[in-house]
């Protein structure tokens, strides 16, 4: 990618990736493909399992051979990959190296940065809130924060469902030119906002889906104001020790817990290849900082999808979690979008990609089975499609091909 065309990307890729950070060269609005149906999941089958194939030795070595070949062609470092379903035998590995130059191997047990999957947890944090009677979803978000364009009229649920129609600070020129010459700077989410509102409001809120990193920024201070603590502190307290995740991290600058891996982009202002574990993600804050790892992401693919915690305790209650994995179309064939979850084709999570880093947590209801992908790097494949893109897409054509994770290029998305 030349420095020409080194953006972070969103318009087109966003939409189809519908949790990366990052985005296309041209920029461009969320894809305006014909409307997808709104993606639903199945009821448990019986026995729980009757969706996905079985782990049994010839499985896990299709698995190998399909992982293996998905990192030679999108010339991936280092991967881990887990699937799990309840009495069956796990699939835990990890392939290729964690950092290039020691030649240390990628392992199950490093820190990882994942993306977007944060925003997962911004939007637990509101909905727990709304679960308190302190917010409702049909609030307006200018009820709470000033000087939000069209903030009379865009709701809490407008911000979580990506509808509000406002501008993804991380598409506009002076952003990217600014977090590019200088990866370790730290971010407001005030200045970050100042990038999204100095352009105009794309559409009416509600009336389409469209990615937008700036929603889960102003749903980040919303939490905050609300509950009286820093984000990464009621995130800590209310979702993340309960869920019994030890190893996930919401950094206040570019803290990198170890081991981790390191991370490698071509997002960069040169457009040459980087090394980005020291770099600073305050810049993705409520939207994407946060950091975890495999078995943590485990524990949370289920938690997340089910709005119940590991003890049988409620994370998020019952009605508004129908609500959370109400997935209206978003334009992209098999793929729905909730409040800050999606489904697709059946699997309900989220992706995450920031520059260097890329994770997938999904988790099929049909079948209780959860993958969980992680790598370090979010270089795409021949410019257009997102690296755990192409590993979800791989790992449930062998394993669950009625549910297949698929998202189509930007291309197929737009015609």
Known sequence: MSHTSAMLRSGAVIAVALGTLTVPPAGGAAASAPPAFAASSPAPSPSGTQDVRDMTPAVAGRLDAAVRKVMREADVPGVTVGVWTPGRPDYVRSFGVANKDTGQKMSSDLYMRIGSETKMFTVTAVLQLVDQGKVGLDDPIGEYLDGVPNGDRITLRDLAGMRSGLFNYSEDKGFFKALTSDPQRPFTPQELL???????????????????????????????????????????????????????????????????????????????????????????????????????????????????????????????????????????????????????????????SLPGYEALTVYLPSARTTVVVLLNTDITYRGNTEPSTLFGRAITRVISPAHVFDLPTPAAATR
């Open 194 to 352: 100042a990038y999204s509102f100095r352009h105009p409001v794309m559409f009416q809120p509600g009336q389409k889906f469209s990615y937008s990193n700036t929603n889960l920024i102003l749903l980040g201070l919303l939490v905050e104001k609300e509950s009286g603590q820093r984000l990464g502190d009621y995130l800590q307290e209310h979702v993340i020790a309960p869920a019994g995740m030890k190893h996930t991290v919401f950094p206040a600058g570019n803290e990198f817990p170890g081991p981790h891996a390191q991370g490698y982009t071509d997002q960069t202002a040169t457009g040459k290849v980087e090394e980005t574990a020291g770099w600073n993600p305050s810049w993705a804050w409520a939207a994407g900082a946060m950091i975890s790892d495999l078995d943590d992401l485990h524990t949370w693919a289920r938690t997340a999808a089910t709005g119940v915690f590991p003890d049988g305790t409620a994370m998020v209650g019952p009605a508004v979690q129908k609500q959370r994995l109400t997935t209206p179309p978003t334009g992209i064939p098999g793929a729905g979008y909730g409040l800050g979850i999606f489904d697709v084709q059946g699997w309900i999570g989220h992706n995450g």
